[in-house]
């Protein structure tokens, strides 16, 4: 196993000439190691089947069967899948999930803690996903901006972001968006989270999911997170993968946001993710 690590200040560590089902123990251990180290694992020239990829999972973590039935491969409910090729001619999963930045399940009290992708069919011009770090932006984060999350909790809501299903024809908008907030009502977390094996500070909010600082008026909020965002987001910040075939990206949910590149139209688009769990708590503590 040859290991390709980014130059300092980057992120996104590169595993080669292996393959990921002949493993050692020791070996997957390290791998969970590089994660926390630096934030984002390439694994190059993989072939698996789905059994191959969730017993890959596996030894990574506890796989996560996600909330909603309608993303899950159905086969193989630990398979979330973002697609629009039919399979055995018929719809499996959402299309273009995830154009937006955000880390996954951040609208729950138990965000995962990591996530791996594995693309099944790439688009043929723009195959890309990006990444921000959120431990690099907080060590950068100006003094005015450290101000507004230093000891707060951020608010994150997940019903902005649902897809509507065939079981929603005929509804009013806003009863959908009633029961969406019911399945998932508003949470909160530290905006500064403290990683549990690195000890490193990282802010933890996504324009995607995150809609406020808890006790801000709405007024205040509106402006506090449009200068939050707008720093983030700064495309000095953005780390931007370019797809290859056989490759498997994991990362680590609570150091980075993400944001999928839409796929262009009549293009074809498939990727298998599986959410994990390691053992230990998502944060360690706030500020």
């Not at 969970?32 to 698996?48: C, G």
């Not at 959120?134 to 608010?155: C, D, F, H, K, N």
């Not at 809609?211 to 506090?224: F, K």
């Amino acid at each position: 196993m040859t290991i390709n690590r980014p130059t300092t200040g980057s992120i996104g560590a590169e595993l080669v000439d292996m393959d990921v089902r002949t493993l050692t123990a020791e070996q997957y251990k390290s791998i969970n190691d590089l994660v926390y180290e630096h934030k984002l694992v390439i694994f190059r020239n993989q072939k698996l089947s789905k059994e191959e990829y969730i017993a890959f999972a596996k030894k990574i973590g506890q796989p996560q069967i996600y909330f909603q039935k309608n993303y899950h491969h159905p086969d193989h409910p630990e398979i979330f899948v973002s697609s629009n090729v039919p399979e055995n001619g018929k719809k499996v999963g959402v299309a273009g999930t995830g154009q937006y930045w955000h880390t996954d399940y951040q609208f729950d009290l138990k965000p995962l803690s990591m996530t791996m992708l594995y693309p099944q069919v790439l688009p043929k011009s723009r195959r890309e996903t990006y990444y921000i770090d959120m431990e690099r932006v907080y060590e950068t984060l100006p003094e005015e901006l450290r101000s507004y999350v230093e000891g707060q909790r951020a608010i994150h809501d997940a019903k902005w972001r649902y897809k509507i299903t065939i079981e929603d024809m005929d509804r009013a908008v806003i009863d959908i968006l009633a029961d969406v907030g019911k399945m998932v009502p508003p949470i909160t977390h530290p905006a500064v989270i403290q990683h549990p094996i690195t000890g490193k500070k990282m802010l933890y909010i996504s324009s995607g999911f995150t809609v406020g600082i808890a006790g801000v008026s709405h007024e205040d909020n509106q402006q506090v997170m449009k200068k939050l965002f707008e720093f983030i987001e700064e495309k000095e910040h953005i780390y931007t993968h370019k797809w290859c075939d056989g490759d498997i990206l994991l990362w680590d949910n609570r150091s980075l946001i993400h944001k999928a590149s839409s796929t262009p139209k009549g293009e074809q688009s498939c990727s298998y993710r599986i959410g994990i769990y390691d053992d230990v708590p998502f944060y360690a503590s706030i500020n």
